[in-house]
């Protein structure tokens, strides 16, 4: 809090005033989210080096803003901007579920300032339609220039702004899939991403992973045998396992599918959540064949709700040219953001520093409450994948249900159902949240397996 706060002007009179409008200034940058706990008032009084008197005066001031509240024993914590007195809440919500199926971050620190910047950029923008299927130019060329920069070198020509990794992923198979035929996909996998295939009334072809990584014969084997019109794959912290796949592996995978010519989507999705544990390889590049997807959701903000494509231009002509069937591209005023936040490395470096402070936390709640279940530390993405004792997750899921805490089984990221003894867990909540999840989680997993041992 007093990094945050930094230099704020401490006068005897107005001393209060501007504490309280040194915190509400945090609150709306987006660096103390809603929900976030603040420091007990002794505390926050040492870290500053001025009198309690002092800060629970400009607590009493952010109360009635309805910035702060507050509970005895409960300590005081951040709510919504213009939360009246008598709506206040506190997260977690008493009685509401931890969400463990969903895998997205807050929006991060810094987005309300490229909200501002953008309102300035959208005045030459009002001139224009709106509409654009390939996306503004500005945007294109940063993301582009991240792809350059990683090794891969790309033009604006070669971007397609979508609205998420997701929707790129199912302009694709609508566009090079058609009923009936087969796409080759991991095995588990991003579970949107099998229903996007079965949503075009092609069929999914799984090759397992394994705990080293992927299945090179495996590939080659349903490449030559099913011979799939389009694959899908993740090679950077896949979904859900974690795993990242070296040089090596990408251009071995590369040659296998450029010699069965078969197009491949990699999603990219997670590809900038690096922790810094391994060295990030370059960018997959199987030519004319591969198509890389990302998106801003996890690296930013879902809420955005917007992606790209990486291709070749003759691939993004015949995409533009598809599309016209679902959207006439994606809203402006977002993309001025986004293209804002990538100005800016510190928004991105923030977010690496806090999702791997949660993933040592989720570790560390596991190793704690479920001493029994096994994990990799992944150097990057969202989530561990756990392997569990015995085959329980579907059961576990409903189990867990029942202390407050929603799961997604390990057989919704299988493409024909099985992984009863695998079990994703998201890392995309406060550390204490995470613990509390583990702990209730613990409960469950003991009445599953109807076990009489205490679990604390």
Known sequence: MATLLGSWRQGSRQGAAALAAAVELQVLDGHLPVGTQLPAERELAQALGVSRTLIGAALDRLRESGLVASRRGAGSWITPPGTSRGQETFFPRDGEDIDLVCAAPPAVPGITRAVDAARGALVEQLGHTGYGERGLLVLRERIAQRYTERGLPTSPAQIMITNGAHHAFGLTVRMLA????????????????????????????????????????GIEAALRQAAPRL????????????????????????????????????????VELDFGDEPAPKPFDAGEWSILVGSASKSHWGGLRLGWIRASEEVLSRLSSSRFGLDLGSPVFEQLVLAELLADPEPLRRRREDVRRQRDALAQAVRTHCPEWTFRLPGGGFWLWCKLPAPMSTGLAVAAASHGVQLAPGSRFAAHGGLERRLRLPFSQPPEVLDEAVRRISLAAAAVRGSARPVT
Do not use: C, S
């Not at 996998?189 to 799984?206: D, F, K, S």
């Not at 694959?231 to 040089?247: E, K, Q, R, S």
């Open 178 to 217: 058609n009923p009936g035929d087969r796409v080759l996909v991991d095995q588990p996998t991003y579970p949107n991403a099998l229903e996007a295939i079965r949503g075009a009334h092609a069929l999914p072809v799984p090759v397992a992973l394994d705990a080293e990584g992927w299945d090179f014969a």
């Open 231 to 270: 694959a899908y794959l993740i090679v950077d912290f896949h979904n859900p396992t974690g795993l990242l796949m070296d040089d090596e592996g990408r251009e071995r995978l590369a040659a296998l599918l450029t010699k069965a010519r078969t197009p491949v989507v990699i999603d990219e999705t997670l």
